[in-house]
C-alpha cells in the first residue's frame, strides 16, 4: 500500500484517507495517530487497537523503517498483539503501539522524544508507552516530562526499571512449557536453542538458557553485541542468515517478525518454535497452520513474551517485584493450556490462543464500555 502523501495541493485523496481505515478495520483497530514534528524530526504511529479491559499499553519502538507503510503495517500488527498479550495474561489493559521511524543509534535526542512525550499526552491516558525495541529507559525519562502516561521508568524515578529482563524470565517459562509438551518433561540440559537477536531480551534470555545447561547459538545484526556475549556466555555464534540452517531444537526469534515465512520454513529443522519477538508469523493464518503441518510446536509470542507488560502493569497499579515475577510465571501454565486447546479441537496453536484472548475481552465487554 501507498501511505498518505500530500498532492500537488498540499491535501490527501479520499482514497489515501479510505485506505489507511480500511487497514484499521481488517482487525477493528480503535485509533491510529500521525505524528512528525520536522523541527525535532520526529516521525511517529501510535495504533490504539482495543480498550475493552482498560487502557492500552504497549511499548514505543525505533526502527528504520524502509518506508511509513511498513512503519503502520508494524505498529497496527503490534497493537494487535498487546490486546492479546494483556488478555491472556489477565491484565486489565488494552492493546496499543507506538512506532518511531528513524536510527535508534544516531537519530536519539531529548527534543525528539519530549516532542513524541507531547503526542502520548494528546490521546489522554488511552494510550500508556513503555521501552521497546531501540529504545532504554533513559528515552522513557525524557518522554515523562511531557506525560505522566509512561511505565518503565527508573527506580529512582519511582518506575520499575528495564521491564526486559521480566520479558526474558516469560520466555523462558514459554520454553520450557513447550519443551514439557514435546518431550514430556522440561528439562533444557543439552538441548540446542538457537537465538535469534541479542538485544535487551535475547541476552537475559541466554543467560537462563545457559544456566540450564543448553547448547546456545546465537545471531545478531550487529557485531558488537554478538562479540560481547559470546564471550560472556561462553556460547557459539553464527551469520544473521545462517541462523535458519544450523541443527537446532529449539529456535527462539527474539529480534524483528516474520522470520518464520516460506522461505524459511522450509529450512528450520527445528522441534519449538519459541522466542520474544512480536509477530513471528509472516501471515498468521498461513504460516500458524505450516508449522502445525510440519509437527512444529509454536508457542504465540504475544503469550510468552507477555512479562515485559506484565512487569509494566505492575509499575501503573503499584509495583511489586514478587507479583510481577509470580505473575510471570503462569506464562508456563497458560502455555500449557493454549497447546491442550489446540491439540483437542485439532487446530493451530497460534487459532488456540487468539481466540482464548478473545474470549476474554468479548465477555469483559457485556460488563463495561471502553476506556
Known amino acids: 500500500m501507498n501511505m498518505i502523501e500530500l498532492n500537488s495541493n498540499g491535501a490527501t485523496t479520499d482514497s489515501q484517507v479510505a485506505e489507511v481505515i480500511n487497514r484499521m478495520a481488517i482487525h477493528d483497530h480503535e485509533q491510529v495517530l500521525f505524528c512528525q514534528d520536522q523541527a525535532t524530526g520526529l516521525k511517529a504511529i501510535i495504533a490504539v487497537h482495543n480498550t ?134 522440561d528439562s533444557l540440559s ?70 518464520v515465512n516460506d522461505e524459511t520454513l522450509s529450512r528450520l529443522k527445528c522441534s519449538i518454535i519459541c522466542g520474544a519477538a512480536n509477530n513471528q508469523l509472516a501471515n498468521e493464518k498461513v504460516h500458524g497452520k505450516a508449522v502445525m503441518d510440519k509437527g512444529i510446536i509454536y508457542a504465540p509470542d504475544y503469550l510468552v513474551n507477555a512479562g515485559g507488560i506484565i512487569n509494566c502493569y505492575w509499575e501503573v497499579i503499584g509495583y511489586n517485584r514478587d507479583a510481577a515475577i509470580s505473575q510471570t510465571e503462569n506464562i508456563y501454565d497458560t502455555t500449557l493450556e493454549v497447546f491442550k486447546k489446540s491439540s483437542s479441537e485439532n487446530i493451530p496453536v497460534y487459532l488456540a490462543s487468539n481466540q482464548l484472548a478473545e474470549a476474554r475481552v468479548a465477555a469483559m465487554a457485556k460488563v463495561k464500555s471502553t476506556f
Open 190 to 259: 543439552g538441548k540446542k536453542v538457537g537465538v535469534q537477536g541479542i538485544g535487551h531480551v535475547g541476552r537475559y534470555l541466554v543467560e537462563h538458557l545457559v544456566k540450564e545447561g543448553a547448547d546456545v547459538t546465537i545471531t545478531d545484526i550487529y557485531e558488537d553485541r554478538v562479540k560481547e556475549v559470546v564471550k560472556e556466555f561462553g556460547v557459539k555464534a553464527c551469520g544473521p542468515d545462517e541462523i535458519y540452517d544450523i541443527d537446532m531444537d529449539i529456535y527462539a526469534p527474539c529480534a524483528l517478525g516474520a522470520t
Open 52 to 185: 475493552t479491559l482498560g487502557p492500552s499499553l504497549g511499548g514505543t519502538r525505533m526502527w528504520q523503517y524502509a518506508n511509513e507503510a511498513d512503519a503502520l503495517t508494524d505498529v497496527l500488527r503490534l497493537s494487535r498483539g498487546m490486546t492479546y498479550k494483556s488478555s491472556l495474561a489477565g491484565l486489565n489493559l488494552g492493546g496499543g503501539k507506538a512506532v518511531i521511524i528513524g536510527d535508534s543509534r544516531t537519530q536519539k535526542s531529548e527534543a525528539l522524544f519530549r516532542r513524541f512525550g507531547k503526542f502520548v499526552n494528546s490521546l489522554g491516558g488511552k494510550y500508556i508507552t513503555a521501552e521497546d525495541v531501540g529504545i532504554s529507559t533513559r528515552e522513557m525519562e525524557w518522554v515523562k516530562m511531557e506525560t505522566p502516561y509512561v511505565a518503565g521508568l527508573p527506580e529512582y524515578m519511582g518506575g520499575s526499571g528495564d521491564p526486559s529482563p521480566v520479558t526474558a524470565y516469560g520466555v523462558y517459562m514459554g520454553i520450557k512449557a513447550s519443551a514439557k509438551e514435546r518431550w514430556g518433561n
